[in-house]
């Protein structure tokens, strides 16, 4: 990436719409837009954060489309730049168009997520911001969408930021204890320096918490539906996504491999994965997705296993049922608009989370809701999860930092001085700055804007 050059690109998705936006930044991207726009006034008279009618114009004078020009000028823009957005309609070739005239005079393409790189690296945003980006862009729910905009207010980046000021307080004031010997500083109290060392460790640990509940906000709970052939798997998902996708029969076994799709239930995502029916069976492709679906039912969070109301349990039933036994695990007696067979609701007593259900007449839903959110421990989402760690990537370095606090810790209880416990104060503030960019890696910087699109 050169960042002395300006930079443009399509910012809204390809395809037909009411509106496309092409975007500029950089030193250079008022001057160039200015040579393709023909309106009132010249862009370069304008003032900052005006938006101007006219038209764009090839560099032999024909006219490419009608436009509204946005003019930002930096440092209070996006990326800290002059910033240049041209609203053209929304047809590809159009926008293309305007793509390839800004490039001719001068503008280079920019690549994947290098708009945000550069506020990045100009100090508008740190790296727990730039990951919210990603986050508000592929939320799926509304609970995903409010903790991606609550990260990119500063929410988490502030908790941190604090956390290692906290220890950075004590490592300057050693510092100054070991160099300016003659200055007569009062050194920490081991007790208050202990003490500090434990409300540290202890906010680390809050924040690890979070993470499994911020992973599901996020990514959705992977969960696997389970039975025998039969029993309504395939119907239930068809329920829960509102869409035909799987194919339904009467004929045992029609379902033969994993049907993949994300269902929302009162605002909670489900990675819901239909497997093959689980029998004993002596059809070798039908063999092959049994023992696929033994497997997605071992990786799963969430298990949702389907009984026949109308059948006693079969040794298909044990066996599922002693598969899923240590598993988070939501039984649905299906059919339960008629009587329940004894024998089914004696079976299903053997487990601790069981609805009474129909697909047919879509009863137990809201039940089946209620019953993952308890489970999940998720009450309301917007409410208490401002907070949550949703990225793998601060989550490792919490880790890491929280081991290295502890480290100074057992320093003190074995009853060295606090002198003692520099280096692993150190390294807890390089894992925390880690999280927020300050001492991370050009590698994992490359990584993340690697999973942006081109224009953002």
Do not use: W
Not at 145 to 153: A, D, K, M, R, Y
Not at 384 to 389: H, P
């Amino acid at each position: 990436m050169n960042f002395d050059s300006t930079i443009a690109a399509i910012s809204t998705p390809l395809g037909t719409g009411g509106i496309a936006i092409v975007r500029m930044s950089g030193d250079k991207s008022i001057e160039i837009a200015d040579k393709l726009f023909r309106g009132k006034k010249s862009l370069l008279d304008v003032k900052s954060h005006t938006i101007h009618y006219g038209n764009i114009v090839s560099l032999d004078g024909a006219v490419i489309d009608e436009v509204m020009v946005s003019v930002m000028r930096a440092p209070n823009t996006y990326t800290k730049e002059d910033v240049v957005e041209i609203n053209c309609h929304g047809s590809v070739y159009g926008a293309r168009r305007v793509l390839e005239e800004l490039i001719k005079s001068g503008a280079s393409l920019a690549e994947g997520g290098e708009f945000t790189k550069r506020a990045f690296l100009n100090g508008r945003i740190d790296l727990t911001k730039v990951e919210a980006v990603i986050d508000i862009i592929n939320s799926k729910t509304s609970s995903a969408h409010t903790l991606g905009v609550n990260q990119l207010g500063g929410v988490l980046s502030h908790k941190i930021n604090e956390i290692r000021e906290n220890l950075l307080s004590l490592t300057s004031h050693l510092q100054a204890l070991l160099d300016f010997p003659e200055e007569g500083l009062e050194p920490f109290g081991e007790d208050e320096y202990y003490d500090i060392l434990k409300n540290t460790e202890k906010n680390i640990s809050q924040l690890i918490e979070t993470s499994d509940k911020g992973r599901i906000i996020r990514d959705g709970i992977e969960t696997v539906i389970c039975g025998k052939p039969n029993v309504g798997k395939s119907s239930l998902l068809n329920l829960l996504s509102g869409t035909d996708r799987a194919i339904v029969t009467e004929i045992e076994g029609t379902t033969r491999d994993s049907i993949e799709e994300y269902v929302y239930m009162d605002d909670v995502a489900l990675k819901v994965i239909d497997t093959a029916g689980i029998r004993e069976t002596g059809d070798t492709v039908e063999k092959i997705g049994v023992e696929k679906s033994k497997k997605l039912i071992e990786g799963a969070s969430l298990v949702i296993f389907i009984l026949d109301a109308l059948t006693p349990p079969d040794e298909n039933d044990i066996l599922i049922g002693d598969l899923v036994s240590d598993k988070k695990t939501i039984v649905l007696i299906n059919k339960s608009e008629k009587d329940i067979n004894p024998d089914t609701k004696k079976f299903s007593e053997k487990f601790e989370n069981v609805i009474e259900f129909s697909v047919k007449e879509e009863k137990g839903v809201r039940e089946l809701g209620d019953k993952i959110k308890e489970l999940f421990e998720l009450g309301e989402l917007e409410s208490d999860n401002t907070e949550a760690i949703i990225n793998m990537r601060h989550k490792e370095a919490l880790f890491k930092a929280q081991k290295a606090v502890m480290g100074a810790i057992e320093t003190l209880d074995m009853g060295m001085s606090p002198d003692m416990t520099f280096i692993d104060v150190e390294n807890a503030i390089s894992h925390l700055g880690e999280i927020t960019g300050l001492t991370v890696s050009e590698e994992i910087v490359d990584g993340i804007f690697h999973k942006f699109c081109v224009g953002k």
